[in-house]
Every structure is written in C-alpha cells, then in structure tokens.
Nanobody, 115 residues
Framework: QVQLVESGGGVVQPGGSLRLSCLAS????????MRWYRQAPGKEREYIAF????????HYVDSIKGRFTISRDNAKNTVYLQMNNLKPEDTAVYYC????????YGQGTQVTVSS
C-alpha cells in the first residue's frame, strides 16, 4: 500500500524560504520518478516539479523556475522541495506523487505566504 506523507509547510513572509519533505513507503521508491503538485484555494491541483528516479534530471514549471529546487534521497525514501523567494501566489497545499500509483496523494502540507 503506497503512502505519501508530506511535511514542512507553514506560514512565511514574502521572500522567505521553506523546505518541504515527502516520505514515501509501500513501493520501491528508488526506481520511480517523483512529482510535486500544489492546489491553491479555489483552483485545480497543478503539477509544478519533477525528478527522475536517480535524481539526474529535473523539470519545473515556469512560475517556480529559479526559486524552487526538487531533490531526493533514495536511502531515506524522501523527496524534497526547497522553496526560496516565496511569493503570495505560492500559497497552496503541496502534495507529492509517484507514477507507481498516480491516483494516490498524501494529506498535503499547507504553505501560506503572507505579510
């Protein structure tokens, strides 16, 4: 049974930073890519970042490029999202996801960017 547990969210001022974590279990984490998604209030969940199984290729949507960094530690079954220079429009619930079971999401972690 796949489980994804996101953590690390919080309230931060514009320009601040947060580091999100996603602990995965129930499958062979190191052989699958990972993605981060987010869902802002009143909007659809959207894809924002991708990392390959070995961490040798990453992709970002334009709205976060240059500010966010996705990484992973296969020994810890964990994927990270380092978020710098946060903006109010980054306010959302953040989720990780694996193509092993693409319909499964964790509970998410709330990020609020506000002065």
């Amino acid at each position: 049974q796949v489980q994804l547990v996101e953590s690390g969210g919080g309230v931060v001022q514009p320009g601040g930073s947060l580091r999100l974590s996603c602990l995965a279990s129930g499958y062979d984490f190191q052989t699958y890519s990972m993605r981060w998604y987010r869902q802002a209030p009143g909007k659809e969940r959207e894809y924002i970042a991708f990392i390959t199984d070995k961490g040798d290729y990453t992709h970002y949507v334009d709205s976060i490029k240059g500010r966010f960094t996705i990484s992973r530690d296969n020994a810890k079954n964990t994927v990270y999202l380092q978020m710098n220079n946060l903006k109010p429009e980054d306010t959302a619930v953040y989720y990780c996801n694996t193509p092993y079971e693409a319909t499964t999401y964790g509970q998410g972690t709330q990020v609020t960017v506000s002065s």
